[in-house]
């Protein structure tokens, strides 16, 4: 079974840091892109960053670059976004998803597989 488990979510005042985890089984980790998406209450969900499956080439939205740095160990089947100075425009639901082909790493609708979220809250 295909399973993308997120974590590491939570409250964090303004400026603050978190670091998100997605822990992968049920497919060949090492041949797939990852990416993150998030998702605001009554938005469309939306591109946050993106790792090659070699981890040479990244990707990033215009407003997270600077402050967010994705990651990945292939041999522990895990991908990770670390972001600090954090806004409250960063409040969301992080989704973990994995892309076979890797054509449009910035894009939705060419990953294959998606986790459950993880609830990310910047407030004071």
């Known amino acids: 079974q295909v399973r993308l488990v997120e974590s590491g979510g939570g409250l964090v005042q303004p400026g603050g840091s978190l670091r998100l985890s997605c822990a992968a089984s049920?497919?060949?980790?090492?041949?797939?892109?990852m990416g993150w998406f998030r998702q605001a209450p009554g938005k469309e969900r939306e591109f946050v960053a993106a790792i090659r499956w070699s981890g040479t080439r990244t990707y990033y939205k215009d407003s997270v670059k600077g402050r967010f740095t994705i990651s990945r160990d292939n041999a522990k089947n895990t991908v990770y976004l670390q972001m600090n100075s954090l806004k409250p425009e960063d409040t969301g639901v992080y989704y973990c998803?994995?892309?076979?082909?890797?054509?449009?790493?910035?894009?939705?609708?060419?990953?294959?597989?998606w986790g459950q979220g993880t609830q990310v809250t910047v407030s004071s």
């Open positions: 049920g497919f060949t980790f090492s041949s797939y892109s």
């Open positions: 998803a994995a892309d076979r082909m890797g054509m449009q790493p910035t894009g939705i609708g060419g990953y294959d597989y």
